[in-house]
């Protein structure tokens, strides 16, 4: 059946498995949307900037590890999602960002048309692993080959397509067929005997895993009992294995009470890891041990750590071989006291609280009680959150989102919504501070639109409030920090939200619980100086 280019491209991306696009039209991407009627089985989530839209296709990818796309015009289009696709290589999710591109006659010409950018592919090519144009519709099932590709089996990161309208609005025959998608890489036996030898001769082994490793959680905690290994986990590996585990210390990679243990452990597992400076906040972890190291990408395997052995696989069949490598070896004497080791370090942890993390805690071990066990919390770039990496318990795998690395200020309320459209019947809770908030406040008329029963819990803390605490503590002049705030709950009504401001802990954890089955998002405004906190 004869069709245009943008409405085959859609048909051939419901293909691949693409139930969602996160855009804004405009008349560069008529074409793509004639193939986004009644009849499609896409669903077109309008956004109100294309940053969200970008970040709701990282959020729909944090949640299930799937493709997720945002669909967007050229020029300001891209330009608007560049930020979350950045975000989404730092963090390794696997977002298409789909767009136009001006005719392609008219492409490097610099005549001046509408959306013009002098070279689209250039501002996303460092952000992503494919940028690239389409210059003929039988380009694009190529293109989307190559996307879909990388994302099965290669360490997922953005791809950008564009697409000129001209190539747009050319007919095809749409008789496109996805591909057969390659998967992931086994490990190699020899190298796996090479680990199972070192961690039978360990004493005192120590796992690491990051965000490279939620598909591998059965595994992993499997061999942390197997091994009697502590387990820490970098920011988007939280949840792997559950916080509550008693050979787990969770996003506690951050603290010093961590850091201090790290050099005893004479053999290290890291799975899935970058074991990057953000995770832990010191430039290198004092690692002393052998290293391990279980990564898809082998630029991973001897970086600032180089690896001992260095597995590029996936990290699910590689942990199952580990352990069945090592279980042919016979049972050695170790170290006994590994679960005496994480009480002891969480109490250390819990008596360095300052008062600012107790009052983190107090109002997060309110919402835990309030939440189902598999929640998912989104969490924004802000103090509650950062305390939340270590205090927060979470007890599955890809249920505490944190935008590591690249460390966007509002990523969290758009992460949340690409997650509800995701993960329809998953309680989920954003976690934003008041600054994080206002770059991505807008996207609340979205969840509104959306019917989506989501608690946002706003941390105000009156500014900007880490950079203040670290101009005060630089003796460094406030500038630029203590701006003044909306009305929050008036501005969440004025976008069809409910709004709370709790006066207790119980009046809080009514209003969690309410907000979970309410017909629309709810923004739960609490002050850091709130006497009930205090
Ligand atoms: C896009 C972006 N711009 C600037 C920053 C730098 N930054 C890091 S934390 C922070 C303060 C955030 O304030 P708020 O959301 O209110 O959280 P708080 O620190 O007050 O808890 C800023 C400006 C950033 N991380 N991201």
């Known amino acids: 059946m004869s069709m245009s280019c943008g409405a085959a491209t859609m048909g051939l991306l419901a293909q691949y498995g693409i139930d969602t696009v996160f855009g804004i039209p405009g008349v560069h991407t008529l074409d793509f949307c004639s193939g986004l009627g009644e009849d499609s089985s896409i669903q077109h989530i309008q956004v109100r900037n294309e940053q969200g839209a970008g970040f709701m296709a990282e959020g729909y990818a944090r949640a299930t590890g ?33 767009s136009a591109e001006p005719a392609s006659h008219t492409l490097g010409k610099g005549w001046g048309v509408l959306h013009e950018i002098t070279e689209q592919k250039a501002v996303t090519a ?62 190699d036996h020899d190298q796996v005997t090479r680990a199972a030898d070192l961690l039978a001769d360990a004493q005192n082994p120590l796992i690491m895993v990051g965000g490279g490793s939620h598909e591998a959680a059965v595994e992993i905690q499997q061999l942390c009992e197997q091994l009697n290994a502590i387990v820490i986990s970098s920011t988007s590996g939280k949840g792997i294995v559950p916080d509550d585990h008693p050979l787990s210390l969770g996003g506690a990679t951050v603290r010093p009470e961590v850091h201090r243990m790290v050099p005893n452990a004479d053999v290290v597992v890291a799975i899935g890891t970058e074991i990057s400076e953000t995770d832990s906040f010191v430039e290198r972890l004092d690692i002393r041990g052998k290293l391990i190291r279980i990564d898809l990408d082998p630029r991973k395997i001897n970086d600032l750590y180089p690896a001992d052995v260095g597995i590029v696989a996936d990290a699910a069949p590689t942990v199952a071989a580990l352990i069945k490598a090592f279980k042919k070896h016979s049972p050695r004497a170790r170290q006994k006291d590994s679960e005496a080791l994480v009480t002891n370090i969480r109490n250390q942890i819990k008596s360095q609280l300052t008062p600012s993390e107790q009052q983190h805690c107090k109002l997060l071990s309110a919402l835990r009680d309030s939440i189902p066990r598999d929640t998912i919390l989104a969490g924004d770039v802000c103090q509650l959150v950062y305390t939340g990496a270590f ?14 690395g690249y460390c966007t200020l509002g990523a969290a309320l758009p992460n949340a919504i690409g997650a509800m459209q995701a993960l329809p019947d998953r309680p989920i809770v954003a976690l934003v501070g008041d600054g994080g908030f206002m770059f991505t406040v807008q996207e609340l008329i979205t969840a509104a639109e959306l019917k989506l029963p989501l608690p946002i819990v706003l941390w105000d803390n009156g500014g900007l409030k880490q950079i203040q605490d670290d101009m005060d503590r630089g003796g460094i002049p406030r500038v630029g920090v203590d701006g003044i705030n909306p009305d929050f709950s008036l501005l969440a009504r004025s976008m069809h939200c409910h ?36």
């Open 66 to 98: 799937k493709p997720a796309v945002a669909l967007v015009i050229s020029g300001p289009g891209v330009t608007n999602a560049a930020t979350a696709i950045g975000q989404s290589w730092a963090d390794s999710l696997p977002v298409l960002l789909l």
């Open 126 to 187: 460092p952000l992503t692993a494919l940028s690239a144009t389409a210059h003929r519709p039988e380009d694009v099932p190529e293109l989307l080959a190559q996307a879909f590709s990388i994302f099965s089996s290669a360490r997922p990161r953005p791809v950008h397509i564009s697409i000129p309208t001209d190539v747009q609005a050319a007919t095809t025959d749409g008789d496109w067929t996805a591909v057969e998608l390659p998967v992931r890489p086994h490990p």
């Open 391 to 404: 205090a927060m318990p979470v007890y599955n795998p890809r249920s505490w989102f944190y935008p590591a």
């Open 499 to 534: 709004a709370e401001e709790p006066s207790s802990i119980s009046d809080f954890q009514r209003a969690i619980q309410t907000a979970l089955a309410a017909d629309r998002p709810t923004l739960i405004t609490v002050r850091e100086d709130s006497e009930w906190l205090l």
